[in-house]
């Protein structure tokens, strides 16, 4: 089954742990993106990346970082979480740029900062 | 800057009833226009799309109008059904920029009542 997979599902942490939210997808998607709902807010890009080893900042990236060392993987890494990080967060994938770019999203993950 | 709004950001209509969410986009660059919904504890998931060269697309109850000069663009569902209850977000892409980054506006929560 062609999915995007995120782990953990729900997290709850304390200010300040490391932490590090997966994201896989098997459908051999060159592109990969990290977003972050809120209420009121909508959807938010963190991260992109077009290809592996390619990686650029969306329009909310302070405070997160990400990695794209396999073409599947796109993980998400709160080196310091603070509390305004409390979010719902996405993973997305899409196979190509350009017109009629779908993208699939992963089912999130629940953080919560303490 | 808010490049997509989305009005209303709720919306409570009776079954059979036709449900209108609208949308304004700025930037005159974008020439996708997708459609995506979102029921609780899943990710969203794209319902239909448009691009700027059509004023009308239609997919079952739901049609996409597209108004070009005035920058704006709605979701109709024709009779709505229970099954309808969901968020739904209208997003705008660059399909020529190489990377077809979303940008959403913020959502509409849709309940159609029995």
């Known amino acids: 089954e062609a999915q995007v997979t995120q782990n953990p599902r729900y997290l709850i942490t304390v200010t300040g742990k490391k932490l590090t939210v997966t994201c896989s997808q098997n459908?051999?998607?060159?592109?990969m993106s990290w977003y972050r709902q809120d209420p009121g807010l909508g959807l938010r890009q963190i991260y992109y990346?077009?290809?592996?080893?390619?990686?650029d900042k969306g329009d909310v990236p302070e405070g997160y970082k990400v990695s794209r060392k396999e073409k599947r993987n796109f993980p998400l890494i709160l080196e310091s979480p603070s509390p305004n990080q409390t979010s719902l967060y996405f993973c997305?994938?899409?196979?190509?740029?350009?017109?009629?770019?779908?993208?699939?999203f992963g089912p999130g993950t629940r953080l919560t900062v303490l | 800057q808010q490049q997509v709004k989305q009005s209303p950001q709720s919306l409570i209509v009776q079954k059979g009833g036709i449900s209108i969410i609208n949308c304004a986009y700025e930037?005159?660059?974008?020439?996708?226009f997708p459609w995506y919904q979102q029921f609780p504890g899943k990710g969203p998931a794209l319902l239909i799309a448009?691009?700027?060269?059509?004023s009308e697309k239609k997919e079952g109850r739901f049609t996409i109008s597209f108004n070009k000069s005035a920058k704006q663009f709605s979701l109709h569902i024709m009779d709505s059904q229970p099954g309808d209850s969901a968020t739904y977000f209208c997003?705008?892409?660059?399909?020529?920029?190489?990377?077809?980054?979303?940008?959403f506006g913020k959502g509409t929560m849709l309940l159609v009542s029995p």
């Open positions: 997305a994938s899409s196979q190509r740029s350009g017109f009629d770019n779908e993208q699939f």
């Open positions: 930037n005159t660059a974008f020439d996708y």
């Open positions: 990346s077009m290809n592996v080893e390619v990686t």
């Open positions: 448009i691009r700027p060269d059509v």
């Open positions: 997003a705008a892409s660059r399909g020529n920029s190489g990377y077809s980054t979303l940008t």
């Open positions: 459908m051999n998607h060159e592109y």
